[in-house]
């Protein structure tokens, strides 16, 4: 497997949606990014507000950028703040340091793509990217 | 009605690319915005170029900033280039002048949002909006 | 094979540079990019003016973002001058309307990247890409 | 001597690499600018991210356009982090605070241009830059 399909950006998109529902969580927007970067699906809930789509590009984006979640990117600015700052505005779509955004590997490793979620919080917003991943077949970057 | 619901925009994704598998189009990106220009939902099949969402998204978002399809944008372009040549850098995703950007309307003629559509040639990306959002129920802006 | 590697890379490259010095050719600026459009590798033979870069990022980024080659995107702009000139700034390093961005497919189709050239005619710096592919044992997109 | 050659910025790129494979160190991103901070050359190894040019170029550019390394940068956003910030916006490529963007000179201390490494710990993306700078003959600016 070399790439992300729409099918199993579309299977990612609903398990993720599913276990927001199932947790009650509040209204999201998630896309699916293949490997460069580039959007294959996207889709925000009724009610999410506009800037969902730049808030998860930026966690999804910022991640295949830099090679690690945007938990870890989290993690990065925490210890050098200037240092993740000044990154964002050299990126496409910047590189938002909480967590929600998961780089999708195969099983050899290799970055397939990048799912990207906002509208709850940023452990929330994770745990529905890594279930809607698994649910897909698919593999996080560990 | 006041908005596009994202389970009216997934029935427009769905009927624009049966619609486009019907007449053995090329690979398509379409996507549904709400009526401030911000993203509902996407669908980029496998094979279709990575820039399929810009150009989309300057037909749809350009032709809801003008108030016209970018259809029209296209025939505005054609008398006066240099006008429409001087919009783009002003609107947030340009306004791409050429068939596929149709503005959605409810009953009474208020905006609901558009659809964009890049992939093939204008008059079918065009033919495929026009045929989604006849399929979900909404209008074209006449 | 889903990527080029920077072996190959290289070899497309120094290819390329040998066909330019065959021929007499300016001195050229090459890359080589991946499918998502971002930079594996770069080479600006002294004596080239600054700009190399960006121009034959603009030819081989644009051929990726739209499918086809620059040369063909030239074609386009020909018959539809809005049309294209409206896409450069939608698109992250434009989209140069001359020859001498190629894009690379393996023996599917599949897209791998692409070469971009700048710094001969247009004519002459596609015919150096062209070359390059070919010594790395890789296909041009038909 | 007034310029880093095409030959010599080969010569950064290979024994930086080497560098780093000597050390076991991650995939990286490396390129050599020239005085006025335009690319010379470039290569990023297989399994590098994406966005290694960017921060590469961050660090490089970032390093010419205020005359000390990407490490002194560091040390200025230490102590003055919202002048740092505020730099960055305004330059072509950003200024990374962080090592690893290294001022290339001659033996009159003249500029000649940059390296700009990115992919593994920032220390070590610095010991790689200096390592090519002295295998290709050329020195570092104290």
Not at 34 to 55: K, W
Not at 59 to 79: D, F, N, P, T, W
């Amino acid at each position: 497997m070399s790439a992300i399909t729409l099918q199993q950006a579309r299977d990612i998109i609903a398990a993720s949606l599913a276990e927001g529902a199932k947790r009650g969580l509040k209204p999201l927007g998630i896309l699916v990014l293949d490997a460069g970067g580039h959007l294959i699906a996207y889709e925000r809930q009724d009610g999410a507000s506009i800037g969902r789509f730049a808030v998860a590009m930026g966690k999804a984006s910022g991640a295949l950028q830099i090679g690690v979640s945007s938990r870890k990117i989290g993690e990065m600015a925490a210890e050098r703040p200037t240092f993740v700052s000044s990154l964002a505005p050299l990126l496409p779509h910047g590189a938002v340091p909480a967590a929600g955004g998961v780089i999708v590997v195969d099983d050899k490793g290799s970055v397939l793509g990048a799912v990207g979620i906002s509208g709850d919080t940023s452990d929330n917003d994770e745990i529905c990217a890594i279930a809607g991943i698994a649910a897909a077949g698919l593999l996080v970057q560990s």
